[in-house]
């Protein structure tokens, strides 16, 4: 595996990053909530409470 990572690199060929399952989950719901404000769905204001309810403040 260290070897394809060393080609691709010399080859300037993106090196693939590990995405985490929770982010995966967190972006698909975001485009969702984007997709239903464009498609007329949701209001701007019901968007933005979405929003607050979806991120988490981590102290």
């Not at 007329?40 to 607050?52: R, S, Y």
């Amino acid at each position: 595996m260290a070897e394809a990572e060393v080609y691709r690199f010399e080859n300037g060929e993106p090196v693939a990053k590990r995405v985490r399952k929770g982010t995966l989950l967190h972006q698909k719901k975001m485009q969702r909530l984007c997709e239903e404000v464009a498609s007329g769905n949701k209001t701007t204001q019901e968007f933005l409470a979405a929003v607050g309810h979806c991120i988490r403040i981590h102290v």
